[in-house]
């Protein structure tokens, strides 16, 4: 069982930065793929950003160039760094764990173990 819980959420204006963390339970963290997700009002989870247990990244393009994913296994911590941020990228923010932990899938539905979410609101 994985436990996530995510931090750093919060009002900043369009142009701002804010870093998200996120803590995760677990003597195997060091093994886990994680992502960071967003959902938005009324619409669809989507994948912002994953880092595999050995470093490699992967963004969507709403977050390229802008956002940075990074890890931290000794404090078994994900961060997620978003600069330049836009009113479009207000949202619910999640961590996240696959299914199968060790696994990069680009469906939502193979990830399995969700934080409570974060609210990062951008205004204009």
């Known amino acids: 069982q994985v436990e996530l819980v995510e931090s750093g959420g919060g009002l900043v204006q369009a142009g701002g930065s804010l870093r998200l963390s996120c803590a995760a339970s677990g003597r195997t963290f060091s093994a886990y793929t994680m992502g960071w997700f967003r959902q938005a009002p009324g619409k669809q989870r989507e994948l912002v950003a994953v880092i595999t247990r050995g470093g490699s990244t992967n963004y969507a393009d709403s977050g390229k160039g802008r956002f940075t994913i990074s890890r931290d296994n000794a404090k078994n911590t994900v961060y997620l760094q978003m600069n330049s941020l836009k009113p479009e990228d207000t949202a619910v923010y999640y961590c996240?764990?696959?299914?199968?932990?060790?696994?990069?899938?680009?469906?939502?539905?193979?990830?399995?173990?969700w934080g409570q979410g974060t609210q990062v609101t951008v205004s204009s």
């Open positions: 996240a764990v696959p299914r199968v932990p060790m696994t990069m899938p680009t469906q939502t539905t193979k990830w399995g173990y």
